[in-house]
């Protein structure tokens, strides 16, 4: 029987290294240059216009060399907002999802919004009614995209891990971002043993999800909320326990690096990995794209 699995790694932007800086040199840059099969394109300052033609470069260079691509929406949006600040986000919401449908992007990955003075149960109802209205505007435009709402890090903003669930179970074509460095934060440093990461899918289990989108980053945090990003290395969640449950559950996932250091922590994701195939295998080298020595039945 083949793999049936596979570990995708990448950053989220335009890597930092690259000296072209539109996304078309980002993605030429993280294929031919880094060696990842994986980026997570960054709307997150502002919607901006990407030409037709980068566009069509960007969807078809990614079908030829094998690379996923994920959207990232602009960070401040508020789907649980009032009138005003719910149709401004739902609208950049929906630009996001049109460039997503482009180039066949897998997710658009998306800041559900904030309590304000509403309950946990409103905020998720609110947030829930307005992703079918993304839906039902996406479906009359013919643009076909699953929508990845991403674990939060700070208590004010709706997105603990269970809450993510809740709305994923509730709606069809939406999945969980899910960002340990958050949930690290938001946990107040729970993140710790291989069993914690293991109570995240255990969570995610009802789902039946046969693939993780999962962002990876240093969290300076306190009291359960966070700060900022950080690299790796300079936070206190270790990412071996998560990599050694990857590979003991076989989960097909996307590595995606948020840390400052983009590429350079991508990269430090790969050398783990590959770390820890090499200690299973017994081999001096190993490639992160291929697992098949580790799964020959």
């Known amino acids: ?3 049936l699995f596979m570990i995708r790694i990448g950053q989220a932007g335009i890597p930092l290294s690259c000296k072209g800086r539109t996304n078309k040199d980002g993605l030429v840059y993280t294929h031919d240059t880094l060696d990842f099969n994986a980026m997570e394109i ?15 470069f960007i969807k078809e260079y990614a079908e030829e060399n ?6 990232h929406a602009p960070y401040y949006l508020n789907l649980a907002g009032d009138d005003e600040e719910k149709e401004m986000s739902i609208d950049k919401v929906v630009k996001s999802c049109i460039i997503a449908s482009k180039i ?14 509403q309950s946990p149960e409103e905020t998720s ?19 076909v995209v699953s929508l990845a709402l991403e674990t939060m890090g700070k208590k004010k903003v709706f997105g603990s891990l269970e809450e993510i669930v ?13 960002d340990v460095g958050h949930i690290h934060s938001r946990t107040n440093g729970g993140l710790k043993t291989y069993e914690d990461f293991e109570a995240i899918f255990e969570q995610l289990s009802s789902l039946n999800l046969d693939h993780f989108l999962i962002h990876v980053t240093g969290v300076l945090y306190e009291d359960g909320n966070e700060f900022y ?4 290395k300079k936070g206190d969640m270790p990412v071996m326990p998560l990599i050694e449950l990857i590979l ?4 097909n996932v996307t590595l995606i690096s948020e840390s400052p250091l983009l590429e350079h922590d991508a990269g430090y994701l790969r050398l783990q990995v590959e770390r820890a195939i090499m200690k299973r295998t017994g081999k001096e080298e190993a490639d992160y794209r291929d697992l098949s020595e580790l799964y020959a039945d």
């Open 1 to 3: 029987m083949g793999v």
């Open 42 to 56: 960054q709307i997150v300052r502002g919607l901006y216009v990407i030409p037709d033609e980068e566009l069509l």
């Open 66 to 71: 094998d690379m996923q691509l994920i959207i």
């Open 104 to 117: 066949n992007a897998s997710y658009v990955v998306v800041h559900p919004g904030f309590y304000g003075d």
């Open 125 to 143: 109802a609110k947030i829930s009614s307005a992703i079918k209205e993304i839906q039902q505007i996406l479906k009359n435009e013919d643009a």
């Open 166 to 178: 809740d709305v994923c179970t509730k709606l069809e074509n939406v999945y969980p971002a899910i």
């Open 229 to 232: 990003h950080v690299p790796i």
């Open 248 to 251: 003991d559950k076989r989960l």
